[in-house]
Nanobody, 117 residues
Framework: QVQLVESGGGLVQPGGSLRLSCVASTKVFSIYAMGWFRQATGKQREYVATITSGGITAYADSVKGRFTISRHNIRNTVYLQMDSLKPEDTAVYYC???????????WGQGTQVIVSS
């Protein structure tokens, strides 16, 4: 099985920045598609961003231009750089991944992001 461990969440003021990290325990990380999802209290789980094994990225409209997903294969790590944070970005953020183009075979435990003044 594959384990994903997120870190980097916390409390930040509107307009601030955070960088989330996700470390994967797989020997074939370089071929995995990876992504980030989030879930706010009382709301459905929401797609945030994805990155293919080849580095092609995609973003939800709500975060486009503010968030950046990236990966460092040697470190088995995927990142989510979050800039210009808004209160509506408050959520638990989950790292996801999988092989064969599946972005959500595996899920991390989540890391809490709170954007508030």
């Amino acid at each position: 099985q594959v384990q994903l461990v997120e870190s980097g969440g916390g409390l930040v003021q509107p307009g601030g920045s955070l960088r989330l990290s996700c470390v994967a325990s797989t020997k074939v990380f370089s071929i995995y598609a990876m992504g980030w999802f989030r879930q706010a209290t009382g709301k459905q789980r929401e797609y945030v961003a994805t990155i293919t094994s080849g580095g092609i990225t995609a973003y939800a409209d709500s975060v486009k231009g503010r968030f950046t997903i990236s990966r460092h294969n040697i470190r088995n790590t995927v990142y989510l750089q979050m800039d210009s944070l808004k209160p509506e970005d408050t959520a638990v953020y989950y790292c996801t991944g999988g092989h064969s183009g599946n972005y959500s075979s595996y899920w991390g435990q989540g890391t809490q992001v709170i954007v508030s003044s």
